[in-house]
């Protein structure tokens, strides 16, 4: 079947099954290899991508259910404001290790700040809960994410 999606601010048709998942999509079908492919069930994290600048498993999200919304992936969430801070905090705090599941972690980042830029512990908690780290490094994607909303709050106060 031929869908239209818009990805990162363009449109693309793609002839593919209507229950194709996104991730597929955006992988196999557009070359956007950015989001990864980690455990095809939604418990991961790995695959996260914004839909409407909503933080979404792609893995689990049939293709044809995005319909007209806009889906930005790691490939152009730095364009976005929160985007671009989570980015910056990512390197500045050296989050990344082996990096697999990065392109989650800083898509549900920016969601995150996108909606909530003074995010309580509590709030960084729920928001990133279900994005898996094998590393283990949970302490640097707080600090990282603190830092990221830090940089907010300056901007705003004009500093």
């Known amino acids: ?16 099954d209507d229950d194709t998942p996104l991730l597929w999509v955006l992988r196999d079908v557009l070359g956007m290899t950015g989001t990864k492919f980690g455990c095809g069930k939604a418990l991961c994290g790995a695959c996260t991508v914004h839909v409407d600048g909503v933080a979404t498993r792609s893995c689990v999200t049939p293709v044809a259910s995005v319909g007209t ?34 392109s989650g972690q800083i898509m549900s980042a920016a969601a995150l700040l996108a909606g909530n830029p003074s995010p309580s512990d509590a709030d960084i908690d729920d928001a990133m809960s ?27 106060q004009g500093g």
């Not at 079947?1 to 593919?16: F, P, Q, R, T």
């Not at 801070?85 to 390197?91: G, I």
């Not at 994005?131 to 990282?144: E, F, L, V």
Request: net charge positive.
């Open 69 to 102: 919304a806009e889906i930005t992936t790691i490939e152009a969430v730095g364009a976005t404001d929160a985007g671009a801070r989570v980015q910056k905090a990512w390197l500045d705090v050296e989050v990344v290790q082996c990096g697999y599941c990065q």
């Open 130 to 156: 279900g994005n898996i780290c094998r590393c283990g490094t949970y302490s640097r994607i707080r600090a990282a994410i603190k830092q990221a909303a830090q940089s907010a709050a300056r901007k705003s």
């Open 1 to 16: 079947m031929n869908l239209s999606v818009k990805v990162n601010g363009k449109k693309h048709s793609v002839d593919v």
